[in-house]
């Protein structure tokens, strides 16, 4: 059965601190699609990145970066020199090939930036 | 090029009513899907919708809630009979045909029952 859990309910840290945010999937595909999304106050779903089972490879985006880890089922999320607008509820989720419809998501990690 | 387009974007219900949800999908998608986000808690799939026809219902709760995409207009996702327990974030996303890994999201429709 396909599952993401997020350990971390809420995590508090200083600003400019490094924060990882951390993710574990199950899966019986070999093809299957994990995301990251940002859930501001406002409500919305801000889509961050999508990354496909072959595709190992760590990704950066500015200050943020992705660790995949297939021997581990990891798909962690790192933000480097945090800032209070990154405060916000980050869901990480997984899509099967073989099952063309849902999107499994965690039940999210808040993430609360100090000033 | 606007992006999926929900509304409205609150809804307040009393207990017994009906709320009616509307999702406008991207242009040139055809498939819809729903979501509903408890408070606290990640999304959970509802339903899965084509132009005219139901795909996977297997999120939906079996009773009072129902949805439909038909040929002109938008996706409606309908709840009949509101209870508190109703009160949630819906999300409605769509994609193009046969792509469901490239799913977007609409901005949400919070629906509160008093």
């Known amino acids: 059965a396909q599952k993401v859990t997020q350990a971390q309910t809420e995590i508090s840290v200083v600003e400019k601190e490094d924060v990882t945010l951390d993710c574990v999937y199950e899966?019986?595909?070999?093809?299957?699609?994990l995301f990251w999304y940002k859930q501001p106050p406002s409500g919305e779903l801000v889509f961050l990145i999508r990354?496909?089972?072959?595709?190992?490879q760590n990704e950066i985006s500015g200050r943020y970066s992705w660790n995949f880890q297939k021997s581990t089922s990891s798909f962690n999320f790192t933000i480097t020199a945090s800032q209070v607008v990154d405060s916000a509820v980050y869901f990480c989720a997984l899509s099967e090939r073989g099952r063309d419809d849902k999107i499994i998501f965690g039940k999210g990690t808040r993430l609360h930036i100090l000033p | 090029n606007a992006g999926v387009m929900q509304n409205p974007r609150h809804l307040v219900r009393r207990r017994g009513q009906e709320a009616r949800l509307r999702c406008s999908p991207m242009k040139g998608h055809s498939h819809v899907y729903w979501y509903r986000q408890l408070p606290e808690e990640g999304l959970k799939f509802m339903v899965y919708l084509q132009k005219e026809n139901i795909i996977d219902e297997s999120g939906m709760p079996k009773e009072r809630f129902s949805a439909e995409f038909p040929k002109e207009g938008p996706s409606i996702l309908r709840i009949q009979q509101v209870v508190r327990g109703d009160s949630a974030a819906y999300f409605c996303?769509?994609?193009?045909?046969?792509?469901?890994?490239?799913?977007?999201f609409g901005p949400g429709t919070r629906l509160t029952v008093t």
């Open positions: 990354r496909n089972s072959f595709d190992e």
């Open positions: 899966t019986r595909d070999t093809t299957y699609y």
């Open positions: 996303a769509s994609s193009p045909a046969g792509i469901s890994y490239e799913q977007y």
